[in-house]
């Protein structure tokens, strides 16, 4: 048996000085559209039961009892009447289908589904998804969804002699749900105008208050919160929502991004945007291997001596300490200069987890760190 533990220790050499957002990170221009939107407008999930048949012996086993009833159930309507317990259903397999509802959408608008099997099928690649309804948080039909499955992976052989690419259980069916539901929201009855930042900001939200003020008058728009932009109600009354927008979505505003290092885990992935800063830190980074063994001996008795053959097991430690790397970075180092340090030391990307979580508990890390 084998135990490798990492053990990861960040002193703080200097005191952090804390750097000033304005000169730490870079300013982009956008445009208002690119960091907020209007009150009011956003999508909203779809989901739905259905079945995928054409399967090639990959679907649903017998023991799936909700697959057997909804396949008894379609045929019924069709008017066939079949017992529940002749029907097989390894070419079928119950999913669940999602989808999201656009803005403005009409009937007719085409909508992308995602289709998940929620039985015990292997794979459903090369199936097709029958008509299935499409239903909002309050149970009204908004679309319906049906289609043939596009899958990015596949999965073959049988049992332990098998081979899986990605994930086979779940595929999506492109523009393969159709709205039939007007769900538009009507933005001329709106009582009033606000704009709702992407990212809480009170700097942003300042910064939109302002290009929407430079051009449309002054008080034209305030700024309530860090998400919050209220707009002046009269706007709307001059040229209409739809032409109002039009123009404060084309206005440029310059942001400064905030920093920000999302971290995954599970799969150790890291993405840390170009800005980022660091304090003047030392990080030293070790190894402690442990290493068990067991042998087993065969103890043999002398001959004639009545004795019994037996296993006795000869277990070993080994301890192996390998000695602590580190690496210094100055006041003011980029995400850059960093990963190379930790290149150098041969950190991998779950110690470069447990890195940034210690260099971010001792205030060296000049960004918002997030777990997901």
Known sequence: MSLKKGWLVALLLLAP????????????????????????????????????????????????????????????????QIPPAAARVNNVAAVFVTA?????????????????SMGDAKSLEGGLLLLTPLYGADGQVYGAAQGALTLGGYTAGLQGNSKQVNHPTVARVPEGGTVERDAGLDVSKLGHLSLMLRDADFGAAEKVA??????FGRNTAVAVDARRVNLDPSLAKQ????????????????????????????????VMGKDVRLGAVSI????????????????????????????????SVKVQD???RHIELA????????????????????????????????????????VI
């Open 239 to 270: 040229s209409g929502v739809a032409a109002v927008m039009a123009r404060i979505d084309a206005l440029p505003v310059v942001i400064h991004p905030r920093g920000k290092v999302v971290v995954n885990e599970r799969t150790g992935t890291i």
């Open 17 to 80: 000085v804390i750097i000033n957002a304005e000169s730490s990170t870079s300013s982009s221009q956008l445009t208002i559209r690119d960091v907020a939107t209007l009150e009011g407008v956003r999508d909203n999930p779809l989901i739905g039961y259905g079945m995928v048949v054409g399967l090639n012996g990959t679907g649903d086993r017998r023991q799936t009892i909700f697959t057997i009833q909804a396949l008894a159930n379609i045929l019924q309507r069709m008017g066939l």
């Open 322 to 324: 390998a000695t602590a």
């Open 100 to 116: 999201s509802l656009p803005a403005f959408a009409r009937p007719g608008t085409k909508l992308d589904v995602t289709v998940s």
């Open 210 to 215: 302002e290009a929407v003020n430079g051009a």
């Open 284 to 315: 030293l980074h070790g190894n402690l291997s442990i290493e068990i063994t067991t042998d087993f001996q065969v103890s043999q008795p002398p001959a004639l001596s009545g004795g019994d053959t037996v296993v006795v097991p000869q277990p």
């Open 331 to 370: 006041e003011g180092a980029n995400v850059e200069q960093l990963v190379m340090g930790l290149q150098t030391i041969g950190a991998t990307a779950r110690d470069v987890v447990a890195i940034l979580q210690a260099l971010k508990a001792a205030g060296a890390l000049q960004a918002d760190l997030e």
